[in-house]
């Protein structure tokens, strides 16, 4: 037991891993009255959920009154104080994490070091959350497992902090136009789907859209029409491949041509060369 707390329990992560998201550890407490941590520094991310109590947590000069249902987050090399209430000091969870996904995703939720407190969510399923975390550490032999699965339970939590934010998602500007974003939908959906054999039917019917009013917009975005986008992303991958021992009928095939007589004769026409003259060339 922490003497701090009349209640602690923390799991750690077992495995050092330098994934997009990782979790380091896990824990839960009901610390004393007034215990107080900071003003210090870490090196990682750490989100508290509290979940009954008082306390208050500062960051950048300002100071947070919180309460059961809010999630408070330090930041990395951010000097930070937290304290429990007097009379009733809170009861939280807190998760530790690291990667190079980390502060882009907490910024997807709305989260920053100028507005570091979200408030609001599924008590029950946010302390599930946690819990799942901290489980991750004790089922499996294989560190490696552990850690992809907290990272999992990890995403779930920060979307349902996304969830609770959404209020002040939808009240930020943006500055992203309706175009933008259905001219994004399209190039996604042809950046992912380019080894498949695709149409501007199909395009226009899976993003609802009518096929005139998609070519329209998309050539206005990007100077291309739709499968000239399409017959780009496939040649631009064509020449990765071609540097590769791959035979040029699996280049074909990896980019979504079936017919590798058909390919060659595009990519020709693409790039003034034949594939296995560029191949040639490239070495």
């Known amino acids: ?21 990782s979790v380091l550890f896990s824990g839960e407490g009901k610390p004393l009255p007034l215990h107080n941590t900071g003003p210090g520094v870490h090196d990682y991310y750490l989100v508290h959920t509290v979940h009954a109590g008082f306390g208050t947590f500062e960051l950048r000069g300002r100071t947070y009154a919180c309460k059961a249902g809010d999630t408070f987050i ?14 009733t000091p809170w009861h939280y969870s807190w998760v530790a994490f690291t990667g190079r996904a980390a502060g882009m995703t907490l910024s997807q939720i709305g989260a920053s070091p100028h507005d570091a407190v979200i408030s609001g969510g599924s008590p029950r399923r946010i302390r599930h959350l946690y819990r799942r975390i901290r489980s991750s550490f004790q089922h499996s032999p294989h560190p490696a497992l552990e850690d992809i ?46 080894t498949q ?16 009013y998609l070519c329209k917009m998309f050539k206005q975005a990007t100077g291309l029409s739709p499968m000239q986008y399409l017959l780009k992303i496939r040649m631009e991958r064509a020449k990765q491949l071609l540097e590769t021992p791959m035979t040029i009928d699996q280049v074909a095939s990896s980019v979504g041509f079936n017919d590798a007589l058909y390919f060659s004769k595009q990519f020709h ?13 490239r070495k």
């Open 1 to 21: 037991m922490n003497p701090d707390h009349t209640y602690f329990t923390v799991g750690i992560n077992p495995h050092e891993s330098n994934s997009e998201l």
């Open 74 to 87: 330090i930041y990395p090399g951010e000097l930070f104080r937290y304290t429990a209430d007097s009379e």
């Open 149 to 194: 699965e907290a990272a999992g339970w990890l995403r779930l939590l920060l979307r349902e902090l996304g969830r609770a934010n959404d209020p002040l998602l939808k009240a930020r500007p943006s500055t992203v136009t309706e175009i933008d974003r259905q001219v994004s939908q399209a190039v996604r959906y042809l950046e992912l789907q380019y």
């Open 197 to 212: 054999a695709v149409s501007i039917e199909q395009l226009a019917r899976t993003l609802g859209y009518h096929r005139t």
């Open 269 to 281: 026409k693409w790039s003034g060369y034949a594939p296995s003259v560029y191949r040639k060339e």
